[in-house]
């Protein structure tokens, strides 16, 4: 009760807070940001003085400030960075998971990621690594910053109302809403997810099986080509050896045809004269 009494709207240490806290969450998770500025909006339930809207303001800059650093960070100091933060296993499917969303989703996902658990560091750096639209960045975080910290604000101060004599049941109850929210958007997000690699695999295995069958088709048509060839090349070798043999057949046939006439001119030239005739006939054949 008493720690909570000094983050008052006229404390600077409220102020403080709501600037430093969120600004510097962006590169050291570890320090509570979100329960920073929860307390705050709890500490402040029971005051409707109007600078609980700079306090909102502050830790919306504050947010602003340290998601524009790590942008700075991913784009002068990427290999560092991906070394310090993406080298582990773990790490690199957070990159990689960062990478796909920002390159489908753009600027909405650097607004949702405020309320991703571990998200926001890695998709602030991933947009400086890949170099992402500075002015597009620079939009995103700032709507991203207002939304996130009224949210924050807006928890708290609710948990305050409810239980104003007890401001650290008030900061308990708007924890654990803060939880569920953190935990249903982290459930649809897994299962989004899931549901995205189960499609890319499937997608991944038909490309695979149309790879296959047409690298089949191909292999069978090149085999169909290569027999037709072979078997054109032997058409046209035993036509070729048909001509050349047909020619020297028909002129050797028509030689055997002519030599039996010729046999017998020649048997009738050397015939002689009254030989093989009979007494007192003619000789018959030509004079």
Not at 30 to 47: F, N
Not at 125 to 149: E, K
Not at 237 to 251: H, M
């Amino acid at each position: 009760m008493i720690a909570l009494d000094v983050l008052r709207v006229d404390s600077l240490l409220s102020y403080l807070i709501a600037i430093l806290a969120p600004a510097l969450d962006a590169i050291l998770p570890v320090i509570p940001s979100e329960t920073a500025v929860i307390t705050l909006g709890v500490a402040t339930a029971g005051s409707a003085d109007p600078r609980i809207a700079l306090l909102v303001l502050c830790a919306a800059f504050g947010a602003f400030l340290g998601d524009n650093l790590c942008y700075l960070l991913g784009r002068w100091f990427g290999p560092w960075i991906e070394r310090r933060f993406f080298q582990s296993e773990k790490g690199q499917k957070r990159r990689n998971w960062a990478e796909r969303s920002l390159e489908r989703y753009g600027m909405p996902l650097i607004i949702v990621c405020r309320f991703i658990p571990g998200g926001r560091t890695a998709v602030m750096l991933c947009c400086g690594i890949v170099r992402y639209d500075r002015r597009r960045f620079v939009i995103a975080t700032a709507a991203a910053g207002l939304i996130w910290a009224s949210y924050s604000f807006f928890i708290g101060r609710l948990g305050g109302k409810a239980f104003e004599d007890k401001p650290w049941a008030g900061l308990l109850l708007a924890l654990g809403l803060t939880l569920t929210v953190s935990v249903i958007i982290e459930a649809i997000r897994r299962i989004r997810s899931r549901r995205a690699e189960i499609r890319r695999s499937a997608e991944s295995g038909q490309s695979a099986e149309s790879g296959r069958s047409a690298e089949s088709g191909r292999s069978a048509e090149g085999t169909l080509d290569a027999e037709s060839t072979e078997d054109t090349q032997a058409t046209e070798s035993d036509g070729d050896t048909r001509g050349t043999q047909d020619p020297l057949g028909a002129e050797s046939d028509r030689g055997t045809r002519s030599q039996p006439a010729l046999d017998g001119r020649r048997a009738w030239r050397h015939v002689p004269t009254g030989a093989g005739t009979a007494p007192g006939s003619e000789p018959s054949g030509p004079h």
